[in-house]
């Protein structure tokens, strides 16, 4: 029902929501070898060792992945200990004299290149932060990350499986007393649709920060 004008914006949008459907022809060109994933930095060996023996760093001595200062883990403290950017750096161009309004000590040169933060336009050169927050750590080497979570492999598919051809995941992250932890993880098929959405209990002895 409707006019020939409508008929035709439904029938449009039903194709340009058919267009979006991924399968496997679309996505096996983007498909990355093992020694590519390995030249990028991709994780692609588990350790030997059965891993998850230290699933804490709390009592231990680490360094702030925000303000570089080495700072104690423990559960709780203080909202304000740390002082760090939240922002990225990036590149600008002064113009004149004008500065951020955050920064109050005037650029000299116009057109000079300056090193700012995004969450303050203040210089980088200035070092100091601009928001307070609680310590944390982050880690990337591959045995840390076993040790405080072991690495598995999946299991391979099985011809009773109704697994999927094609499935896209991102996972939420917190920080936590055994680091940088998923805490959810959500997944949907090649048509969009989510199959998949969970909150991740921590380990025994870890805590969010």
């Known amino acids: 029902m409707g006019t020939e004008d409508e008929l035709k914006e439904r029938a449009d949008k039903a194709k340009s929501l058919q267009a979006l459907i991924l399968d496997r022809t679309r996505l096996e060109p983007l498909i990355m070898s093992q020694s590519d994933l390995q030249n990028w930095g991709y994780m692609v060996d588990i350790p030997q060792n059965e891993g998850g023996h230290v ?15 080495p ?55 200035e070092g100091e932060g601009c928001v307070h927050g609680r310590h944390v750590f982050y880690e990337s080497s591959l045995d840390d990350l076993h040790s405080r979570h072991a690495f598995s492999l999946l299991r391979p598919p099985g011809d009773s499986d109704d697994a999927l051809d094609i499935a896209a ?9 055994g680091g940088f932890r998923v805490a959810r993880v959500s997944l949907v098929d090649g048509k969009g649709k989510v199959v998949f959405d969970e909150l991740i209990q921590m380990d025994e002895g870890v805590y969010v920060t």
């Open 71 to 125: 700072f104690q883990v423990c559960r709780t403290g203080s909202d304000t200990e740390c002082l760090y950017h939240w922002g990225k750096q990036h590149t600008i161009k002064a113009s004149g004299r004008s500065s951020p309004p955050s920064y109050t000590a005037p650029l000299t040169c116009t057109g000079e290149k300056v090193r700012v933060y995004t969450c303050c336009s203040r210089p980088v050169s």
């Open 169 to 177: 995941m991102d996972c939420e992250m917190v920080y936590t007393t």
């Open 55 to 69: 699933p804490h760093m709390e009592g231990q001595v680490v360094k702030c992945e925000r303000c570089s200062q």
